[in-house]
């Protein structure tokens, strides 16, 4: 059993022991940004140049590889608490293991996972359970000498015979496209690059669609056709997207009959489609796009569904025939609620299962197509999460979904929508003894400075004591409508047991609370992100659950946007900041469209070619607004591969950082040199850079073991 570790803490005023090493002081070259008559100095802008292989690709390479030595040099003295972390949270991971199965066209399938190996073989079994064991892909042998490697979808053909996959080895998510004969086990010569991982099957068994990506922006931009054994170069395009502010994508529908085409933008979408047994068919406009709508298409056996925002902020469901799809044919079948965000829909044969969200948590609504009686399910916890799961069978009553809370490992449930009966399948197995029982956790409400009443989930170790000594790490995010549900971590046990508390704060950006919550979280409105996440951070202080010596936070690429900006905003606030990944130069990358992301972002942040967004985007943006004052404590990473945030963003971000800042605080730059915006792609490696985040945090508390 892992013991609880009891905090050795140094003497709570003793200022922490940094080596005295000499950090890194980038080089700097004139260059100039002139846009809405201003002109602004970028010294910095040289960063940019690895990918565009120019005069100054190696000396960032150097420079990089500089900041690598100097925060190894830094946290040298943790390498010994690093090494137990990454021990310690590896041993709570069963290494044998395997998913829970699922039947699809009469195969169960399912993943496992090895002893000592890094990634996981993709199984089947014909009809039973005690059927004969089919490895359709191992993984682990596939990774073989690779520093990354990560598959798509994994998807296989309609008779059973071919298994199509998308494979990255650079992690700047750009997959090849290949396709195994299951019956003799062979690769088939077809190959096809720069694509989106996502291909799908028509009903001929031959026929493949995929999502192609432009090499430079990475965008998606073309959805095409490709038959087994015929060239990369012939492949058809069956649509072309002519607005770069949107993001496309093609699947099939559950029950098999449609491939449809989405093609949306933070604002607005239009769907394409034809039937999956005429592959060579024209795609149809499902409806035509109409400015600030977005609609999904959801197909039944008789008629169409539709969810959509149009005059319903929080979404509605509407219906067609399957003949006459324009909106002039849509009736309401669930009507718009302003406490009730509907997220998606889960369709059966019988029944439908609609994701949705209320006061800030999930549910799930289980609807009889047959009567149209509708029940909900109770789970009874203060914070938790649930979702649909891995529901792939049209024609089943059961449902699939998963459930965690902080303190609740993931679960997976089957559901008999019938009979209203739940089977456990499967819950995580945390090795080492994990008692639930030992942790609690809350969700409160912290107070805006507008008055908005903004939700925190929290948990911690029993016995804390509210007295304003414990340490805490804050995490949000707040961008994209993405709203960061509380779930279980068994990592983050290691931090717990130490007596820190972990809090979330669902700041506006997200969805936490609704479609409104995230329109005041965005554009012209992206400040309140900011200041809800301060409030947040306040109002853990004044109800006694930390202090500012012992407050930390922590977020994520657009959430890396929110640590540099919390750190413009209210240095004092936070002890230490984790800034991952981060989205920092905001307005230069917004300028750039030869960046990937940039033009499908302008309806999230706006468009810095017009006067009024660049104006705004640069009073936050944490590059153009970092100041000669004293900063938190400062640990930033990235990956020089990242196509999401792009390495230069963070790396010029830290060399303003160190170069203006006042005070002793230490600002740390780690560069993953192999991988990109999601980390290492193996099943324990990750686990590394968690033991480098929480010796960062556990060095400032003077906690050594």
């Not at 056709?225 to 607005?243: C, F, M, N, Q, S």
């Not at 309806?603 to 943006?621: C, L, R, V």
Request: proline share 4%; aromatic share 12%; glycine share 6%.
């Amino acid at each position: 059993m892992i013991s609880s570790c009891s905090p050795e803490r140094s003497t709570p005023k003793d200022p922490v022991k940094w080596p005295n090493a000499t950090p890194p002081v980038a080089i700097e070259k004139a260059h100039q940004r002139v846009i809405h008559g201003e002109t602004v100095d970028d010294p910095y802008y040289w960063m940019n140049d690895y990918f565009k292989k120019g005069p100054d690709s190696s000396a960032v390479v150097a420079y990089l590889e500089a900041e690598n030595a100097y925060t190894d040099s830094m946290m040298q003295d943790t390498e010994g608490l690093q090494a137990s972390l990454f021990q310690e949270m590896k041993a709570r991971i069963k290494e044998a293991d395997e998913s829970v199965p699922y039947l699809l066209n009469g195969y169960y399938y399912y993943r496992k996972t090895e002893t000592g190996k890094q990634y996981y073989k993709f199984c089947r079994k014909k009809g039973s359970l005690d059927a004969k064991e089919e490895v359709l892909l191992d993984v682990d042998k596939m990774a073989e000498g690779f520093p990354y490697y990560a598959l798509g979808d994994i998807v296989v053909s309609p008779d059973n015979k071919f298994v199509a996959f998308g494979v990255d080895t650079v992690s700047r998510r750009e997959y090849v496209i290949q396709v195994k004969n299951l019956e003799t086990g062979e690769i088939l010569p077809d190959k096809i690059s720069r694509t989106s991982g996502d291909p799908v099957w028509a009903a001929d068994n031959q026929t493949i669609f995929y999502t192609a990506k432009n090499p430079v922006t990475l965008l998606s931009e073309k959805i095409k056709r490709h038959k087994l054994g015929t060239p990369e170069a012939t492949d058809a395009v069956v649509y072309e997207e002519k607005d770069n502010t949107n993001y496309i994508g093609v699947w099939k529908s559950k029950n098999d009959q449609y491939i449809l085409i989405y093609s949306g933008g933070t604002l607005s979408s239009e769907t394409r489609f034809i039937k999956a047994n005429e592959p060579t068919a024209t795609f149809q406009v499902f409806q035509p796009r109409i400015k600030d709508v977005l609609y999904t298409v959801v197909p039944l056996a008789d008629r169409f569904l539709i969810q959509t925002n149009d005059q319903a902020k929080n979404f509605k469901v509407m219906e067609c025939p399957l003949d006459k799809t324009g909106k002039e044919n849509w009736k309401e079948y669930i009507g718009h609620r302003q406490d009730v965000l509907i997220e998606g829909i889960d369709e059966f044969a019988n029944f439908l299962v609609i994701s949705e969200r209320k006061n800030g948590l999930t549910n799930l609504a289980i609807r009889n197509l047959k009567d149209q009686s509708q029940h909900y399910m109770n789970f009874g916890e203060a914070a938790y999460t649930v979702y649909s799961s891995t529901n792939v069978e049209y024609d089943t009553d059961i449902l699939r979904y998963g459930y965690t809370s902080l303190v609740t490992p993931s679960s997976t449930f089957d559901y008999n929508m019938k009979s209203k009966e739940k089977t456990l399948m499967k819950q995580q197995e945390v090795l080492g003894g994990y008692d639930q029982k030992q942790y609690t956790t809350e969700r409160i409400m912290a107070k805006a400075k507008d008055g908005t009443a903004v939700p925190i989930s929290l948990v911690y170790k029993k016995g804390m004591e509210k007295n304003g000594q414990a340490p805490l790490l804050l995490y949000a995010y707040g961008s994209y409508g993405s709203s960061m549900d509380p779930t279980f971590n068994s990592s983050r046990l290691s931090l717990l047991d130490r007596g820190f508390i972990y809090a979330i704060a669902h700041i506006r950006g997200g969805e936490e609370m609704g479609r409104q919550w995230y329109a005041d979280g965005k554009m012209m409105n992206k400040k309140n992100s900011f200041t809800d996440f301060i409030d947040c951070g306040q109002f853990l202080i004044d109800q006694k659950y930390t202090a500012a010596e012992h407050l930390y936070a922590q977020g994520g690429s657009a959430g890396g946007l929110l640590m540099g900006a919390i750190m413009n905003m209210a240095p004092s606030l936070w002890n230490g900041v984790i800034a991952q990944v981060p989205f920092v130069d905001v307005v230069n990358t917004m300028l750039d469209e030869t960046i990937p992301l940039t033009t499908n972002e302008y309806d999230e942040w706006g468009n810095p070619n017009q006067k009024e967004a660049y104006d705004y985007m640069k009073s936050y943006s944490p590059y153009e607004n970092v100041e000669a004052k004293a900063y938190p404590n400062v640990l930033v990473t990235t990956g020089l591969h990242d196509s999401q945030v792009q390495y230069f963003e963070p790396a010029k971000w830290v060399a303003k950082l160190r170069k203006i800042k006042k005070g002793d605080q230490v600002i740390l730059l780690k560069t993953d040199m192999d991988y990109g915006h999601g980390g290492a792609s193996g099943r324990f490696d990750y686990l590394k850079d968690i033991a480098l985040n929480y010796a960062f945090l556990l060095k400032l508390e003077g906690i050594s073991k």
